[in-house]
């Protein structure tokens, strides 16, 4: 079984198009992450929900908007894509008080064209 | 200056060699380090996370902080052509987190 799982795996899209990422955890775990991983490998997290609600919200542009239905699934929606958005997108999740101990999904390579 | 600095390498050894991996940082708040290592084209996998400074092992990975430099290290002994693979190494303060760039590493036989 999988434990941090995402879909899809790969996204082509256009630019200008919305598109979403779902993330989905089986660790029962309480916190959940979207990190951006960049061409040279450069992983920035973006936030963090725990237990459903935001705890981590760091700057990025707000055409990006997490929605966590419940704590087994954290989402990620991005409206007016552009070509700056082209990355891998990576869902984490750790238990409460265990930040350091964070398990990553396989990864969504999103591409905009 | 960047919250995190690690040399991207390529970093390459022949199997069996002891392998040294770093990372720098700036931020003294930072209480956990950790080190992941990365597959091409997979998620992240944690290999180990250490509390302030000291020394950490679990099997041929020793993880090592030193917070008065500001210094973590991690240490592969008998490097096998299965490391091969990017390190990251991660540090947090519960809730900032921030990762090095990674280092690419690649263990000939």
């Known amino acids: 079984d999988t434990a941090v799982s995402q879909t899809p795996k790969y996204l082509v899209t256009q630019m200008g198009n919305d598109k979403s990422i779902k993330c989905e955890q089986n660790l029962g775990h309480d916190t959940m992450y979207w990190y951006k991983q960049d061409s040279k490998k450069f992983l920035k997290i973006m936030f963090s929900?725990?237990?459903?609600?935001?705890?981590i919200n760091e700057t990025v542009p707000n055409r990006f908007s997490p929605k966590s239905p419940d704590k087994a699934h954290l989402n990620l929606h991005i409206n007016s894509l552009e070509l700056g958005d082209s990355a891998v997108y990576f869902c984490?999740?750790?238990?409460?008080?265990?930040?350091?101990?964070?398990?990553f999904g396989p990864g969504t390579r999103l591409t905009v064209t | 200056q960047k919250e995190v600095e690690q040399d991207p390498g390529p970093l390459s050894v022949p199997e069996g060699a002891i392998v040294s991996l770093n990372c720098t940082y700036s931020?003294?708040?930072?209480?956990?380090f950790m080190w992941y290592r990365q597959y091409s084209r997979k998620g992240p996998e944690l290999l180990m996370y250490?509390?302030?400074?000291g020394n950490k092992e679990d099997g041929r990975f020793t993880a090592q902080v030193d917070k008065s430099s500001k210094y973590i290290s991690l240490f592969i002994r008998d490097s096998q052509p299965s490391d091969s693979a990017t390190y990251l190494c991660a540090m947090t303060t519960g809730n900032q987190f921030y990762f090095g760039t990674g280092t690419s590493l690649t263990v000939i036989p």
């Open positions: 250490t509390y302030s400074s």
């Open positions: 984490a999740s750790s238990q409460n008080g265990g930040p350091y101990e964070q398990y």
């Open positions: 929900y725990n237990n459903k609600e935001l705890i």
């Open positions: 931020n003294s708040a930072f209480q956990y």
